[in-house]
């Protein structure tokens, strides 16, 4: 399991090179909130965003886009005009991309989608470095990014026939334990995450080469308590909400 513990691309107002959209605001991208979004035009495939040189990533994250609203999308990283990763998916689920540390010259996010008169929206995107969770979570563990956030209620007649739906979108609820971790660990790499999660909203993925097991969190309540056995182990958990696209 990986978690982000920094985001260098808060405040930076990316640039377009490719199917810029209509009277949008750049700057909304890299803005937490997702009540801004950009939303490019449909002159072309590609909707680019440029972030240009950033040194010291390890992660790409994107949360609130459509790209695969018509059938299938594909989501590309790239370093200028090299690929580091893409996946292509049939649901719009929240992308989180991992890999070496490295310097990029032009950071690139690109959404391909077909056919090319559909425009494609994104609410937020960050970059940084992430941490992996020694030993993962826990088996039982909610697989977030497989739920979904809507409720509904059925009414009925005197029957109990069902007569009516009305769903309300909700946000999911996690709980994350880490038990038996070294002090160490908690005391060094897990603080910086700490801080860092009360300063903005961070990305979990649960598996290493599937961008699409990943969504973004916020509201975290940490618990740190010592090991029942030993000074030596440390247990942690957090409670956290979270927001997977779907």
């Not at 308590?225 to 030993?230: D, E, N, S, W």
Request: charged residues 15%; glycine residues 6%; aromatic residues 8%.
């Amino acid at each position: 399991m990986i978690v982000t513990k920094s985001n260098a691309l808060i405040g930076v107002i990316p640039t377009i090179p490719s199917d810029a959209g209509l009277v949008q605001t750049p700057s909304n991208i890299t803005d937490p909130d997702h009540s801004l979004t950009y939303t490019g035009g449909t002159t072309a495939n590609d909707l680019i965003i440029s972030f240009g040189a950033r040194n010291n990533i390890s992660y790409v994250a994107i949360s609130g886009h459509n790209a695969a609203l018509t059938t299938t999308g594909t989501v590309s990283i790239l370093n200028g005009a090299t690929l580091i990763q893409s996946v292509t998916i049939s649901r719009n689920n929240n992308l989180m991309f991992t890999f070496d540390l490295q310097n990029f010259t032009d950071l690139r996010v690109k959404f391909t989608v077909s056919p090319n008169n559909q425009a494609t929206t994104v609410s937020f995107i960050a970059a940084g470095t992430y941490l992996i969770i020694p030993r993962g979570e826990q088996s039982g563990y909610s697989r977030q990014w497989l739920e979904r956030q809507t409720t509904s209620q059925t009414s009925t007649n005197l029957l109990s026939a069902p007569t009516g739906v009305t769903q309300k979108r909700m946000a999911l609820k996690g709980n994350l334990s880490i038990p038996n971790q070294t002090s160490d660990f908690i005391e060094t790499q897990w603080q910086t995450f700490i801080d860092f999660s009360f300063e903005q909203p961070f990305f979990i993925k649960e598996i290493d080469d599937e961008p699409q097991t990943s969504y973004i969190c916020y509201n975290p309540k940490h618990k740190i308590k010592a090991h029942p056995m030993t000074r030596g182990l440390i247990n942690a958990s957090m409670q956290f909400n979270s927001y997977n696209g779907l």
